[in-house]
């Protein structure tokens, strides 16, 4: 009989609101979100590490606004009027940071959205002091608009965003692991993501599955590679 060889599985995130675990660690940020047409000056800026679920609460508000998400390097060159006539997200602004058409296209959009009554909502990784934007404009309007910070996560938000990063890559761990990497592991989205993805790449023929040991020898191969 041959032997059937383990193919790896699409990895297809979920990001539906009840896909989204709420903690103390980023509840605040969350109630801002959920009061969008309460904004000052109809706009919001979500800030948070890489992993923190930025993403997933742009699509939840989204589907409750009804709004388009864009990445902010997309910006030049799309129909900046019908964007800005209903509610907009746009990801990852201070990655257009030097790129002069994209801080126009957004300084435009910024100016018709908020002209018309359109919420915006903006993400970023860091706060806009940060952000090398050459458009002192666009840069003071950035400066100037409410901030949501997502945290790095506690204990419970840790262990979810763990499940979740597992189960969207359709493994399912021993009861286990998780309360093992919630003791040993660097407390970070980041290294969340990178665990996830070490579990499901090693797991993958194994008969086990992933197991606590197979949890170890993760973290320990990590480490070593910084």
């Not at 193919?7 to 959920?34: Q, W």
């Not at 969008?36 to 800026?45: E, F, R, S, T």
């Not at 309007?141 to 969207?168: G, Y």
């Not at 309360?179 to 070490?198: G, H, I, K, W």
Request: net charge positive; glycine share 6%; hydrophobic share 45%.
């Amino acid at each position: 009989m041959a032997r059937q060889l383990p193919l790896p599985l699409p990895v297809r995130a979920a990001l539906g609101r009840e896909d989204y675990f709420v903690s103390s660690s980023n509840s605040l940020a969350v109630a801002l979100l959920d009061g969008w047409q309460g904004w000052p000056a109809g706009k919001l800026l979500l800030v948070g590490p890489a992993g923190s679920g930025k993403t997933h609460l742009a699509h939840v508000w989204a589907a409750e606004s009804g709004a388009t998400i864009l990445p902010a390097t997309a910006l030049p060159g799309l129909p900046i009027p019908e964007i800005a006539a209903g509610p907009a997200c746009i990801e990852n602004v201070p990655r257009i940071a030097g790129n002069r058409p994209a801080e126009e296209a957004l300084f435009h959009l910024h100016n018709l959205a908020l002209a018309q009554g359109q919420p915006l909502l903006l993400s970023a990784e860091t706060a806009p002091r940060r952000w090398p934007l050459s458009l002192p404009d666009l840069k003071s309007r950035m400066e100037a608009t409410q901030t949501a910070t997502l945290r790095e996560p506690d204990d419970a938000l840790l262990a979810a965003v763990l499940a979740k990063l597992l189960a969207d890559r359709h493994c399912i761990p021993a009861p286990d692991v998780i309360p093992y990497l919630l003791r040993q592991m660097p407390r970070s989205f980041a290294m969340a993501q990178r665990v996830a993805a070490e579990l499901d790449a090693r797991a993958l023929g194994r008969a086990k599955g992933i197991t606590r040991a197979l949890a170890r020898e993760v973290l320990l191969s990590l480490e070593r590679r910084g």
